[in-house]
């Protein structure tokens, strides 16, 4: 591509000869841009999409786990045991200590954006990670009996930095809140909804939501991708019964 845009350029300022020398120019740079593609992305900002390292991602989800904790102004000894516990799971227990130490030393007494953090980790997450971001915090969230609804505004807030649809966010609520047409949220449909829109539905939340999405992960998210697999097959379940399906 280069050759053929430098030769025009060398034909606009030295005619003939200096589009033959653009061709030649071009003609190397084209060479050398797919030998060494990463460099070449870099220089012009075409990075490759941003990853978070371990010890960066467990101290920001640990932040946003605070930050849920502390929304209903009380702190909840089962809610902070539950944190301890899903880290000590998905990373061991001198791990999960180490980024607790960290995070008191250096974060916890300042002021945590939940904005900042969570875009941070739409950039450099999969959508299905963030998915189950936000189901981990609803766990917490009801981990002392009930979610409050100052806590589900903050999930709320958390997930819309996350990137993440307002379906799918009604649909990981749904799977923590009791209702009348519970199970239709977690499909993702109106209890209106045909039998047929139903059945597309639940094949498309379970091609959403197996667990082999979080395959990449540690145990504890794709314990948690389960879970979600579980709400969903239940909801559908319930819903089956119901229509005599």
């Known amino acids: 591509m280069f050759k053929w845009i430098a030769a025009v350029i060398g034909y ?4 003939f000869p200096g589009a033959i020398l653009g061709f030649i ?5 084209d060479n050398w841009t ?6 070449f992305k870099q220089m012009f900002g075409q990075q490759e999409e941003q990853k978070v390292s371990p010890g960066d991602f467990e101290l920001n989800l640990l932040s946003l786990c605070s930050l849920v904790i502390k929304a209903d102004g009380q702190v909840s000894q089962s809610e902070m045991d539950y944190v ?12 999960a ?5 960290t995070f008191n030393e250096l974060i916890k007494n300042r002021e945590i954006s939940a904005s900042r953090i969570s875009q941070y980790l739409a950039a450099r997450t999969k959508y299905p990670a963030r998915l189950q971001i936000i189901h981990f915090l609803f766990g917490i969230a009801q981990a002392d009996g009930r979610v409050s609804e100052a806590e589900a505004r903050v999930i709320q807030e958390i997930a819309g930095y996350l990137r993440i649809g307002r379906m799918d966010f009604e649909s990981l609520k749904a799977m923590f809140f009791k209702s009348a047409d519970n199970a ?11 039998d047929a829109e139903v059945k597309k539905a639940y094949r498309n939340m ?3 939501y197996h667990p082999d999405k979080l395959g990449h992960m540690d145990e504890a998210y794709r314990k948690g991708a ?10 559908y379940d319930q819903i089956q019964k119901e229509r005599g399906l």
């Open 12 to 15: 606009m300022y030295f005619r």
């Open 25 to 29: 120019i071009g003609t190397l740079i």
């Open 34 to 39: 797919r030998g060494s593609g990463g460099a």
């Open 84 to 95: 301890r516990s899903y880290f000590v799971q998905a990373y061991g227990k001198e791990r």
């Open 97 to 101: 200590n180490a980024t607790f130490r």
């Open 184 to 194: 239709y949220k977690i499909l993702e449909i109106e209890k209106s909804a045909t």
């Open 206 to 208: 379970v091609k959403k």
């Open 226 to 235: 389960r879970e979600k697999f579980n709400k969903v097959q239940e909801a």
